[in-house]
Nanobody, 121 residues
Framework: QVQLVESGGGLVQAGGSLTLSCRASGSIASINAMRWYHQAPGKQRELVAGFTGGGSTNYADSVKGRFTISRDNAKNTVYLQMNSLKPEDTGVYYC???????????????WGQGTQVTVSS
């Protein structure tokens, strides 16, 4: 079994910063892609930023220049540095990872439980 645990959410004023963390643990042989998703109230979950399996990064247009994704492979952890936060960044942020598990060497997608970010105007 594999678990993803996010942390770092909270309440911040517009223009402020937060750093989210997501650590993967369990029966992990390797981790391919890791991503952050944002779900605003009443809306669908959307990709914010991610690492591809090849290690390159991609960002939603709405966060380019403000958010930075980084990764510590030794700790199986991905981070999301969020600067210049806006009220529309409010919502739950979910971590997602494609993990090759030890048991059968297959790749499975896992999700964290989410962490709430609230940006006040």
């Amino acid at each position: 079994q594999v678990q993803l645990v996010e942390s770092g959410g909270g309440l911040v004023q517009a223009g402020g910063s937060l750093t989210l963390s997501c650590r993967a643990s369990g029966s992990i042989a390797s981790i391919n892609a890791m991503r952050w998703y944002h779900q605003a109230p009443g809306k669908q979950r959307e990709l914010v930023a991610g690492f591809t399996g090849g290690g390159s990064t991609n960002y939603a247009d709405s966060v380019k220049g403000r958010f930075t994704i980084s990764r510590d492979n030794a700790k199986n952890t991905v981070y999301l540095q969020m600067n210049s936060l806006k009220p529309e960044d409010t919502g739950v942020y979910y971590c997602n990872a494609d993990v090759r598990v030890i048991a059968n060497s297959r790749i499975w997608a896992y999700w964290g439980q989410g962490t709430q970010v609230t940006v006040s105007s």
